[in-house]
T-cell receptor, first 109, second 112 residues
Framework: EDQVTQSPEALRLQEGESSSLNCSYT??????LFWYRQDPGKGPEFLFT???AGEEKEKERLKATLTKKESFLHITAPKPEDSATYLC??????????FGGGTRVLVKP | ETGVTQSPTHLIKTRGQQVTLRCSSQ?????VSWYQQALGQGPQFIFQ???????GRGNFPPRFSGLQFPNYSSELNVNALELDDSALYLC???????????FGPGTRLLVL
């Protein structure tokens, strides 16, 4: 069965303090790994899709990387507006996304 | 380009009632997926619709059912509501040929 585990569950950062979020997965036949950002009470906002080990994608202060067992979301010099829950999901056989529990990030000024 | 929209934004029902949630997919997208997100957890896949047919289903009972219309919009129906059905219900649209799904703002359902 496909599984996704995110760590840590919560992360408190000072503004400018870079950090990384981890997404470990087990799957047979990965078709894609996805990162989303979710603000309280709102729907997930798409950030990145990664398809194969070694792939990297960047957007502003965020950079996502992928290996055969895990993905990292690096947040460089975060700002308070980067505070959100970051969700990782995988897609294998079938059409569903399997999500992890998310990492809640709080960036204090 | 119009994003995914959902209605209503909030809903309060009592146990045993039935509810219908609605979703309009992003312009050009032909596939709609529904997810249930309990507080503090990641979304759980309910089912997906493509060409007005169910195209995959998660571990949800038959009282969760859906429809897709020719314009690709969709409905999620839940019968015999239970307290545990209280959650944020998310709709996501995509192209059947692509992997990435784009989510709407969600409908918050509270069952009393």
């Amino acid at each position: 069965e496909d599984q996704v585990t995110q760590s840590p569950e919560a992360l408190r950062l000072q503004e400018g303090e870079s950090s990384s979020l981890n997404c470990s997965y087990t799957v047979s036949g990965l078709r894609g790994l996805f990162w989303y950002r979710q603000d309280p009470g709102k729907g997930p906002e798409f950030l990145f899709t990664l398809y194969s080990a070694g792939e990297e994608k960047e957007k502003e202060r965020l950079k996502a990387t992928l290996t055969k067992k895990e993905s990292f979301l690096h947040i460089t010099a975060p700002k308070p507006e980067d505070s959100a829950t970051y969700l990782c999901a995988i897609k294998a056989a079938g059409n569903k996304l399997t999500f992890g529990g998310g990492t809640r990030v709080l960036v204090k000024p | 380009e119009t994003g995914v929209t959902q209605s209503p934004t909030h809903l309060i029902k009592t146990r045993g009632q039935q509810v219908t949630l609605r979703c309009s997919s992003q312009s050009g997208h032909n596939t709609v997926s529904w997810y249930q997100q309990a507080l503090g957890q990641g979304p759980q896949f309910i089912f997906q619709y493509y060409r007005e047919e169910e195209n995959g289903r998660g571990n949800f009972p038959p009282r969760f059912s859906g429809l897709q219309f020719p314009n690709y919009s969709s409905e999620l129906n839940v019968n015999a509501l239970e307290l545990d059905d209280s959650a944020l219900y998310l709709c996501a649209s995509s192209l059947v040929s692509e992997e990435t799904q784009y989510f709407g703002p969600g409908t918050r359902l509270l069952v009393l």
